[in-house]
């Protein structure tokens, strides 16, 4: 499998702060790769220095064979990029944006597939300013698109959207993939990574702590597993007795017990509503999700 | 050259798209220029008629105003909105945006100084600059210096709010100050002395020799100063400029 991006030992330090302590890690081509963290943990800085926005202090970088701080407006012919709070000017109307910016590539796309595939074409003569957030977005990710990039760099693409906007903007981003395009996502939503992301890396003060798929992550480094049932006769005070139960939390009608075990656990918790006659509705085993992890990793390390 | 003509035109037609830009770039001066007539058109300005003396301190003062509002006040609010950062993100080389900005601004620029003529000459028998080589070299030579400097002076603010507040500032005591509106013979000594240090004071003074009395080669003093302004401004411009990185 050959590699889009790869990235060895990188360091940049600012005035005062460290802010990437020597990340190692490498994009095959035709992968989502997410990268998410708490604020601060150094993602856009190792994004922006990828990109050729900005300088690292230490480190091996190739994107496409290329080092992004000597070569970088020939790198942007073949990356695509998409901010997070950037904007265009807002009283330009959507074909005049495209045009603009397809003129700045050798390379053009598609052009009337991506307007397509994006619901843009009935949006052409609409200025900025008057397109709601989804279609801001939209008309964003076109310009990122529009030269048929080879990497597609999205940074928080689904910040602001409604639910309904998001799904779609995942269902695009996924279609890219399809095409053949590498994507690096950086997203603060657990969820989004999860959908999304063939592989994802856990950023926390400047360093990676975790890659891996998102269910490897979650199998790998979220002891936490529950099961919740609604019951109206349990009693809280048996139940904490149960095998492998860690703890049994009580939230509206619904009784949560996190395990380690969830067959031993459940096994007992069936056992015991038998003798005593409990009734119990709802039944389900959770999974911890990325969002757990996220907050177990971002938080002080507590044991499991 | 493709892009930065495409810029260009781009960034013009969105200024006409702009209503109160518009206004202020082109009605605003015509409007000043009827108000001062009002009150001293029909007075000698230093040998000069009141037309002969004001249409050219009217064309600075919008060459001044476009620098600062047009172009500079624009590419604050360009940097805030991460505008800057988009062109950023594509292979256009950061000095073509730049460069199609100042093209945009001089085409503005030139507009509303022809409108400015035209109303002058229909309005108040403004004579045709007595050297016109001459004053078309000093035009050129004080956008080479007011340009940078509006830009360099903008660029130091944070947001597009300081930007105004800053140009605004600007704007006001070269208005007042430099000779521009009101005869510098009627002011004390003190502030004659402050005119000198504001750059629209040899702006004012070379646009109005060439137009009414000598040649540009009479007007070295003004010719060098300006020169001097153009080159620290464009050197300050660069340094300070930035493209407006977040996080």
Same mark, same amino acid.
């Not at chain 1, 708490?38 to 943990?41: D, E, I, K, L, Y």
């Not at chain 1, 000017?89 to 330009?92: F, K, N, S, V, Y």
């Not at chain 2, 430099?178 to 002011?187: C, D, I, K, R, W």
């Given at each position: 499998m050959s590699y889009a991006i790869e990235v060895e030992n990188l360091h940049k330090v600012y005035k005062n702060k460290? &802010?990437? *302590?020597g990340v190692s890690f490498s994009v095959e081509k035709g992968e989502i790769f997410g990268i998410v963290g #708490?604020? =601060?943990?150094g993602k856009t800085t190792t994004i922006e220095i990828l990109e050729g926005l900005r300088k690292k202090d230490n480190g091996k970088i190739s994107i496409l064979g290329l080092d992004p701080e000597k070569k970088p407006y020939e790198l942007r012919q073949k990356i695509g990029i998409q901010f997070q709070s950037t904007s265009i *000017? /807002?009283? $330009?109307k959507v074909k005049e944006a495209i045009h603009l910016f397809s003129s700045f590539y050798e390379k053009k796309g598609d052009i009337p597939a991506i307007l397509e595939k994006l619901g843009l074409d009935s949006f052409m003569d609409t200025q900025f300013t008057n397109l709601s957030g989804g279609w801001k977005q939209r008309l964003t990710l076109a310009l990122a698109i529009i030269h048929d990039p080879e990497i597609i760099f999205l940074d928080e693409p689904s910040t602001g959207l409604d639910p309904g906007a998001r799904r779609d903007m995942w269902s695009l981003i996924r279609n890219l993939q399809q095409e053949g395009k590498t994507i690096v996502v950086t997203t603060h939503y657990m969820e989004e990574a999860e959908q999304l992301c063939d592989r994802v890396a856990m950023f926390k003060e400047g360093q990676i702590v975790a890659l891996d798929t998102p269910k490897h992550l979650v199998n790998q480094f979220l002891m936490a597993n529950y099961l919740t049932f609604i019951s109206d006769d349990a009693d809280l005070e048996l139940l904490r007795n149960i095998t492998g139960a860690n703890d049994v939390s009580h939230s509206n009608e619904t009784i949560k017990i996190q395990t380690h075990n969830l067959q031993d656990t459940s096994l007992e918790l069936f056992q015991l509503a038998k003798e005593k006659g409990w009734k119990i509705d709802n039944f389900r085993f959770e999974v911890g999700s990325l969002d757990d992890l996220f907050v177990q990793m971002a938080g002080k390390e507590q044991s499991p | 050259m493709n892009h930065i003509l495409r810029l260009t035109f781009m960034e013009s037609k969105l200024f006409f798209r702009e209503k109160q830009a518009v206004f202020w770039t082109f009605l605003f001066p015509i409007l000043l220029i009827w108000l001062f007539g009002a009150m001293f058109g029909d007075q000698k300005i230093g040998q000069m008629s009141y037309s002969n003396a004001y249409i050219p301190s009217w064309i600075a003062i919008n060459m001044l105003t476009t620098a600062l509002f047009t172009i500079g006040t624009v590419l604050t609010e360009y940097r805030e909105q991460g505008i800057l950062r988009r062109y950023q993100a594509t292979p256009i080389r950061p000095g073509k945006v730049l460069t199609a900005h100042i093209i945009y601004g001089t085409l503005i620029f030139l507009l509303s100084a022809l409108l400015i003529v035209l109303f002058g000459s229909l309005a108040y028998n403004l004579d045709f600059p007595k050297y016109l080589g001459s004053t078309l070299i000093a035009i050129a030579l004080s956008i080479f210096a007011i340009f940078p400097f509006g830009i360099f002076a903008t660029s130091l603010a944070k947001n597009s709010r300081t930007s105004a507040a800053i140009s605004s500032v600007i704007l006001n005591l070269m208005l007042f100050l430099? =000779? &521009?509106? +009101? #005869?510098? /013979? $009627?002011?004390p000594e003190f502030l004659q002395g402050v005119a000198k240090i504001l750059p629209l004071y040899y702006v004012v003074d070379l646009l109005r020799q060439t137009w009414n +009395?000598? #040649?540009?080669?009479? *007007?070295l003093t003004n010719v060098w100063i300006l020169l001097g302004i153009g080159v620290v401004s464009t050197i300050l411009a660069t340094r300070f400029f930035n493209w407006g990185s977040r996080g």
């Open positions: 460290h &802010a990437v *302590q #708490p604020n =601060g943990a *000017q /807002e009283r $330009m | 430099s =000779g &521009a509106t +009101f #005869p510098l /013979e $009627m002011m +009395f000598a #040649p540009i080669t009479d *007007q």
